[in-house]
């Protein structure tokens, strides 16, 4: 596609449920990165891959979080067991390569009830 | 560790005027990219310009200008002639993974 893709572009979950993120990069963008942006906040760093493997996944908060680009390209955010404060807007962002400038998605906002 | 500082919080001016926001990146790296961000109020980040540590050189683009200073680890950001439609939150970032806290520019008519 022309751009990050997000989906869904809103999510509403019940404490303590799982959900899944799903993140559509720009074509041929080998990194991509996941961030999280509360409420007056900067983004937040998650992860970060280079093709299908996470080449920084410091910024996970715990082990409820876990993401997967099995074939270099869609990656998938998991966060199980949410909880309230888990609620934020999840953005995805890709780049051709680490040095250059990432574009974003629109993200999905999380709230979980 | 690496840090972004943004020490302006808000900042408001007048249409026409000049406005330069700050940021500081602190890194023990010795090569990194240090990059600002756009946020308006529809909430997607626009990608506006892209400095790396070894180039000094003071750049302009339109109305964009940037300063980057290796010595003091800054890198300003100056919007010559503000307009109204670049009122939203802007975000220094650096090193890729870091985002400081963002400056609100508001720009009044």
């Known amino acids: 596609g022309a751009g990050v893709s997000q989906t869904p572009s809103n999510k509403v979950t019940e404490k303590g449920k799982y959900v899944e993120l799903r993140c559509d990069p720009i074509?041929?963008?080998?990194?991509l990165y996941w961030y999280r942006q509360s409420l007056g906040q900067g983004p937040e760093f998650l992860i970060y891959?280079?093709?299908?493997?996470?080449?920084?996944d410091s910024g996970l908060p715990n082990d409820r979080f876990f993401a997967v680009r099995p074939e270099g390209s869609v990656s998938t955010l998991k966060i199980q067991r949410t909880e309230r404060g888990d609620s934020a807007v999840y953005l995805c962002?890709?780049?051709?390569?680490?040095?250059?400038?990432?574009?974003f998605g629109q993200g999905t906002r999380l709230t979980v009830v | 560790a690496q840090k972004v500082t943004q020490a302006q919080t808000e900042i408001s001016v007048v249409e026409k005027e000049d406005v330069t926001l700050d940021c500081v990146y602190e890194?023990?790296?010795?090569?990194?990219?240090l990059f600002w961000y756009k946020q308006p109020p529809s909430g997607e980040l626009v990608f506006l310009i892209r400095?790396?540590?070894?180039?000094?050189q003071n750049e302009i683009s339109g109305r964009y200008s940037w300063n980057f200073q290796k010595s003091t680890s800054s890198f300003n950001f100056t919007i010559t002639a503000s307009q109204v439609v670049d009122s939203a939150v802007y975000f220094c970032?650096?090193?890729?993974?870091?985002f400081g806290q963002g400056t609100e520019l508001s720009v009044k008519p």
């Open positions: 970032l650096g090193g890729k993974l870091i």
């Open positions: 890194t023990r790296d010795t090569t990194y990219y």
């Open positions: 400095r790396n540590s070894f180039d000094e």
């Open positions: 074509s041929g963008h080998t990194a």
């Open positions: 891959f280079q093709g299908t493997g996470a080449a920084d």
């Open positions: 962002a890709s780049s051709s390569r680490w040095d250059t400038e990432a574009f």
